[in-house]
């Protein structure tokens, strides 16, 4: 199962096409996620081992994708600590975190605390194509952070800017706390059947390079150092083009592109590194056209160099038509098709 | 008064120190504009002469900064057009635009639909200080049509990129308009006083470089030709920083910097360009000391070079401790006394 095709292309290898998976490409714009989700409810979809494999599956069988993805919440390794964590539907704490006093709630999670993630990967794992590689996830600790101050939907992030422009040591403390949890969530992940994992940063772009290097950065370094060979590491930054200098010394395999950083210059940039991603998931809301000229950009700009994934620059967004998803899959795989 | 600190600053001539004004300075932050919005509602505010007239004002007469900012909506000259605008709080649109149908209705100003802009500003001008400088501002046209097509405080802006990869004409047309009336709406602000305007593009960092060069770009291009040597222009696209090379191409008289635009590099390539802003308005919900050290990173990264306006890299945060923003003042101020 380590000679899928995506899996070949993130160690590097010629492959006979160029795989691809989409990030949120469990849920969303699927009319069959959206039935599950009106009878079950987000919380308990993302809960329930046999809803979450449900939901991961449902885009392999629908589109076979390269890889599938786990069905979780970001906040899901958070759950079984002592925060209070509900949906309403945004994430609530009853017992936020405030500042240091706090930090030691920030701890590995309990055992038996993921017991349904690993149930959720090994349940997927029995009906995945042989063909189709098993991914996992979680939020990178900047990011997680965020979520832990200022909950979810935060658009100013208040409590997370004032923490990091305290000076006081708490904070990167706290995201070396978050850094440890999540290397044990990313490890059970591994050990359950994810093939490759992959952080998400959605919000390290709120920071300047500096800032991030000096804050963010290093608890990325300190989880992709302890999980390195263990299964190749991607990292994704949400909007942060002014921090691609800094993400090339995050000790991750490969990096995803969001779609304004350029896709030649990251790539020469990126050396032996795997590159995904970067076609803009607002493209997928126009016409088949703009579809095709937006995929085939990236494959074009790629020029047929290994280690490369197709994949988007952030999330489908939920508007997305199905019918572009068709039309990207063709494009995507016609491509390879002709020229490899 | 073409002769203020400021105005020279932005004609790039050498200054006794360097002026500062903050965005969102009027408004947000200050006890005595919370008082007046609970008294009158943030509409009642921005539409009554006397009452945009005094939120104006205020940090002027709090703080003494260089410059006043008209206090506004971004939508303020889509008001008279026939949209059916109110806020709910947020902005909704009883006749939206949906299409190349409803473009008829994005035209000029008719003659006295903004007389309370005008009168605001002639009410500003009776009180300014002679030492302070009057400025205009709009919205740059790609960040009106997200308004127009999206309504206020749209995360994914689906409509707006749904628009963008139509491969319609429709949507460069609707720039182009929405150009066009904001060549109107300034020539008003300037005819009535404003010295110096800015135009915010506050969504164009949604694009890819290719994409913004494509649309978004030449809207701004045409109003900054329209009305050059009529005011120094200054121009803003938050979280831009992949967009910092195509900025260079707006025709702006100056760059306001989003605080991930790295100062030093940025300066200069803006060669002979007035520069702008850069400091995260987030490190005003820190500590005293964090504010002078991210004062002074940017004043020594500019290292005395004429053309520098102290700003913000984005509005300043509703959560901002007043006692920085005194830090902030006496940091600039000191800094000019002793070393030019």
């Known amino acids: 199962m380590n000679n899928t095709i995506l899996m070949r292309a993130l160690r590097g290898e010629k492959v006979e096409r160029t795989p691809m998976w989409l990030m949120r490409q469990a849920g969303r714009v699927l009319p069959e996620y959206r039935q599950l989700k009106a009878e079950h409810g987000f919380v308990k979809m993302a809960s329930t081992p046999e809803l979450a494999a449900r939901v991961t599956l449902q885009p392999i069988e629908r589109f076979g994708w390269d890889g599938a993805i786990l069905f979780a919440d970001i906040l899901t390794p958070l759950m079984p600590l002592d925060f209070g964590i509900d949906f309403a539907p945004g994430p609530v704490f009853a017992r936020p975190l405030e500042g240091a006093a706090d930090l030691h709630r920030v701890k590995e999670v309990p055992a038996g605390g993921l017991a349904h993630v690993e149930e959720a990967i090994r349940l997927v794992l029995q009906e995945l194509p042989p063909e189709c590689t098993m991914l996992g996830f979680a939020g990178a600790p900047f990011t997680m952070a965020s979520y832990l101050l200022d909950g979810g939907g935060s658009r100013e992030h208040a409590r997370l800017r004032a923490a990091v422009y305290s000076g006081e040591a708490w904070f990167p403390e ?167």
Chains 1, 2 share one sequence.
């Open 174 to 340: 706290l995201l070396e706390r978050l850094a440890d949890m999540t290397i044990g969530y990313l490890q059970t992940q591994i050990e359950a059947g994810c093939q490759a994992v992959q952080l998400f940063d959605t919000w390290a772009g709120l920071l300047d390079e500096t800032t991030y290097r000096r804050y963010a950065l290093p608890a990325v370094q300190r989880i992709f150092r302890a999980l390195k060979g263990k299964a190749p590491l991607l990292y994704l930054i949400k909007d942060g083009a002014h921090l691609f200098d800094a993400m090339l010394a995050s000790e991750a395999d490969g990096l995803s592109l969001d779609w304004r950083m350029p896709f030649a210059a990251s790539r020469a940039a990126a050396g032996d590194l795997i590159v995904q991603g970067n076609m803009d998931p607002g493209v997928l809301l126009g016409t088949a056209e703009e579809v095709r000229r937006a995929a085939l950009a990236v494959l074009d700009a790629n020029a047929g160099r290994p280690g490369h994934v197709f994949n988007l620059g952030h999330g489908l967004l939920p508007q997305t038509k199905i019918e572009n998803l068709l039309v990207l899959k063709e494009t995507v795989h016609s491509y390879g098709n002709a020229r490899v």
